[in-house]
C-alpha cells in the first residue's frame, strides 16, 4: 500500500509548509485570507472546470456515482440527525459537519490510492462528479442562505448560480456533454490557473494550523469526533453494505468503492465554510483527524478486502 503512504504524505508536506510559514511569520494572517479567497474565486473554479471537462459522464452514472450519492447522504442524514438531537448547532454549522464527514479527498489523495492500491483510478472520476456537481452546489446553497438574515425562494434558487465554482463546474458538463473541444488558447489559462489550486488550498490549510492546537474545549470537539468517526469508519461501512447487497460488486470493484470512502475528508470543506465564516475551526480539525487516521483505515481496508 505504498500509494496511500505517499498519497497522503504529499499532501502532508505541503500543509506542513504552510504551517511553517504561519508559525515563523514568513507569511502574515492576512495571507492566508487572500489565498482562500483566490481558491475560491479563481484557481479551484479552473480545476473543477477541467476535471469535470475531462470527465466521461456516461461511466460516471453507472453503479459508482449512484454508490457514492447513496453513502454520502446517508452519512450526512446520520450527522444532521445527530446535531439536532444531541448538538443543536446553528444550520450552518450544522450543514458544514454534515459535509465534513461525507465529502472525500477523492483528488489530492483519491487518484494515487486508487492507482497503487487496485492499478486504477476510474473510479475516482465518478465520487469526484458527484460531489461537484450535486454535494458541492447542495451544501454551498445551504450555507449562503443559512448566512442571511431573511431566506426566500428566489434566493434559495438563484443561491448556486452565485458561486463560482459551481458555475465552473456547469461549464464543464456542458463541455464534457456536447464534446467541444475548448480552444488551446482558452485551456492553456485554465489548466495553470487550476494547477495552483490544490497547492493554494494545502497551504491556507496549514497556516490556519498555526497557533492554535485541534480539539479545544468549546470548538465543538465532540462534534469533530463524531464527524471524524462517520467519514474514516462509518461510510465504508455503508459504502460496503451498499456496495455488496444492493449493488452486487464484489472483488476490485468493491475493493476500490470502500477504499473511495475511507479517504480523509477534502479540505474543500474548509475552502467552502471559510467564505462564510461557519464551521471552519471543525472543518479544519476533522481534515486534520480524518488525514492521520485514514492511513489505518485505508489499510484496514486493504487487509480485509484485498
Keep these: 500500500m505504498g500509494g496511500v503512504v505517499s498519497g497522503i ?24 485570507g487572500a489565498l482562500t479567497r483566490t481558491a475560491f474565486y479563481i484557481t479551484n473554479p479552473a480545476l473543477l472546470f477541467t476535471v469535470v471537462a475531462g ?4 461511466a460516471a452514472l453507472g453503479v459508482d456515482a449512484p454508490l457514492a450519492l447513496l453513502s454520502a447522504a446517508a452519512i450526512g442524514l446520520l450527522y444532521c440527525l445527530l446535531s439536532f438531537l444531541f448538538f443543536r448547532r446553528p444550520v450552518a454549522e450544522t450543514a458544514v459537519g454534515a459535509m465534513a464527514s461525507s465529502y472525500a479527498n477523492a483528488n489530492n489523495i483519491g487518484i494515487p490510492v486508487s492507482l497503487y492500491a487496485v492499478g486504477t483510478a476510474q473510479h475516482v472520476a465518478p465520487v469526484l462528479l458527484v460531489q461537484l456537481l450535486v454535494m458541492a452546489p447542495f451544501y454551498l446553497s445551504v450555507l449562503g442562505v443559512a448566512g442571511g438574515a431573511k431566506v426566500s ?3 434559495i434558487l438563484l443561491q448556486p448560480f452565485s458561486n463560482p465554482m459551481i458555475i465552473a463546474s456547469g461549464l464543464g458538463l456542458l463541455v464534457a456533454m456536447t464534446g467541444w473541444a475548448v480552444p488551446e488558447l482558452v485551456q492553456k489559462p485554465v489548466d495553470m490557473l487550476g ?4 497547492p493554494m488550498v ?8 498555526a497557533g492554535k492546537a485541534p480539539l479545544q474545549k468549546g470548538d465543538g470537539r465532540v462534534e469533530t469526533v463524531v464527524a471524524t468517526l462517520l467519514k474514516v469508519a462509518g461510510m465504508p461501512v455503508v459504502v460496503w453494505l451498499l456496495g455488496r447487497f444492493v449493488f452486487g460488486l464484489e472483488g476490485q470493484h468493491l475493493l476500490a468503492s ?3 470512502a475511507a479517504l480523509p475528508t477534502a479540505q474543500n470543506v474548509f475552502l467552502f465554510a471559510s467564505p462564510y465564516g461557519r464551521g471552519m475551526t471543525m472543518a ?3 481534515i486534520l483527524c ?10 484496514v481496508v486493504a487487509w480485509l478486502l484485498g
Design 290 to 299: 480524518t488525514t492521520v487516521l485514514c492511513v489505518g483505515a485505508l489499510l
Design 55 to 58: 470527465s466521461d459522464i456516461g
Design 258 to 260: 470502500v477504499i473511495m
Design 202 to 209: 494545502l497551504l491556507a490549510f496549514g497556516m490556519s494550523l
Design 284 to 286: 479544519r480539525d476533522v
Design 9 to 32: 504524505l504529499i499532501v502532508a508536506v505541503v500543509i506542513a509548509v504552510g504551517y511553517s510559514a504561519a508559525r515563523f511569520k514568513v507569511l502574515t494572517p492576512d495571507v492566508q
Design 195 to 198: 494547477g495552483a489550486a490544490v
Design 153 to 155: 425562494w428566489k434566493r
